[in-house]
């Protein structure tokens, strides 16, 4: 998988940040002590969607807001991650792993070269 994910580059186009983002514990408390998020209290219900609790994994999905994931920003025209040294595992792994109802422009030019 590293050695995957390593030639590939993010165009920073934001559609990995539309989808449903599933967290673990682990990346909770990765994400609680995030600068951007710990300059505030953490508090689960600010970051994670109130009726999206899996039980059978214990996953959380991230809260949505305005169409994206919470921590998603904009910088002029790319999608920017507000906690990217901290962001979920299953945003690490995209686009080689996770939902792909949203295609991502890179992967299709990483494939050609």
């Given at each position: 998988m590293d050695a995957l994910r390593e030639n590939f580059r993010c165009i920073r186009c934001g559609n990995?940040?539309?989808?449903?983002?599933?967290?673990?514990?682990?990346?909770?408390?990765r994400i609680s002590q995030a600068p951007h998020v710990k300059r505030t209290k953490f508090k689960m219900a600010d970051y994670?969607?109130?009726?999206?609790?899996?039980p059978a994994t214990g996953n959380h999905a991230l809260r949505h807001v305005n169409g994206g994931c919470i921590f998603l920003g904009q910088g002029g025209t790319?999608?920017?991650?507000?906690?990217?040294?901290?962001?979920?595992e299953i945003c690490r792994l995209y686009p080689f792993i996770g939902d792909s109802a949203l295609p991502c422009s890179a992967l299709k030019t990483w494939q050609k070269s």
């Open positions: 990995s940040c539309r989808l449903i983002v599933k967290v673990s514990a682990s990346d909770l408390k994670a969607e109130p009726d999206a609790f899996d790319e999608a920017t991650c507000k906690i990217y040294e901290d962001r979920p």
